[in-house]
């Protein structure tokens, strides 16, 4: 079999030759050899980086949890020109907003049930304040303390914080002591701003998403990292945003997973922008294995990709499918996903994984491993209600 080391000694190009031999030193690559890695590499090639990488760090192990989502509304104050998914606050008959008991009635759906982690991200409801989250948070702590509570983009923190008129260490302890454990990735999608002002002027800007994400890790918990890719932007502007992460991660050590979206063009004021081939989906995941170099996990976040493509990713360079996810997220199905319903059971998610021999491992939200389930027989665990 041909190792990672002939592909590098094969490449012809003097350029590619010396990312590569870079890459299998373990060294760091650099901005302009990010970008000569999107324009230069060929898919075999960053394929084939990218999974020697992703095999260094965790062999073959592919990493979900047993989470559901909690989406408290969808009105928005913000009017994010790739977003399908919101209604503005004038129009807010036709969105939903839940209350704090229907949120807790969602989470005691899960009662007796082995889940490890709620996600709860929406649009900023202005009625929807700081106070009212807590007692949220408070409240799921109250019911289930050892629910993972992973909660807010960065965007709804600092219209939170901005409101309540207290500085992002005030508020962001508010939340902690209140039942936060820990910040999903979203709300960053492309930081640089000649492009993040085309597509979503109005909310937090990239020093303003990075206070957040820096502040939380100051205070102890870990967070995630998200990028849009595959609109308007160009190569660099993603290495522009992976540098930038890259360089608070040197500082804090506070992300645990770098997380690419994948931009889905139906129904939003994008809509005559079209979407990226497989190739360049691949090719993103790759280079972001590559460039990311001291962030632990790659995800593919499936009910974006569609599972079969989510599938395919484990080969370039990504070893998280996130989870079973049940329940309501609406974001990506809104914007014309093919998974338009994203539930998978742990028996279909362990498929999906073994399918492509590799091997599943569920997690908690930290990454500490519950269960490796290589040597567990799919056909038990369909008729198992633990895993349905
Ligand atoms: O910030 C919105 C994206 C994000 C579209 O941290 C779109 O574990 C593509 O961040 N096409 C929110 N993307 C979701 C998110 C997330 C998801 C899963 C796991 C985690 C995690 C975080 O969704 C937004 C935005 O970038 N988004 N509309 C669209 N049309
Ligand atoms: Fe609001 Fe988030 Fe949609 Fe932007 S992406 S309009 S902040 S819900």
Redesign the pocket.
Known sequence: MINVQQIVNATTDSDLKRIGEKIIARERINFDEGVMLFEKGSLSYLGALANWVREQMHGSKTYFNRNFHIEPTNVCVFS?A????SRLYAHREEGWELSIEQMLDKVKKYDGKPITEV?I?GGVHPKMNLDFFAELLQKIKAHRPDLHV?AF?A?EFDYMFRKAKLTVEEGMKKLKAAGLDS???????IFHPEIRQQICADKVDADGWLLIHKTAHQLGMH??????YGHIEKYWHRIDHMERLRNLQDETHGFN?F?P??????D?D?SHVPETSVVEDMKMYAVSRLYMDNFPHL?A?W??LGRQNSQLTLSFGVNDL?GTIDDS?K??S????EEQSPTLSTAQLVSLIKQVRREPVERDTLYNEIKNYKDTDIAEMEVNPLYN
């Open positions: 994010c790739f977003c399908a998914y996600h991200v992973k983009t965007v910040l999903p990735g979203g709300g960053a999608e967070s995630n990292a998200t990028l849009l997973t997380i979206l994948k931009f889905r063009n139906k939003n994008m995800k976040y009910p974006m996130d997220t974001i990506y809104m914007a014309g996903s």
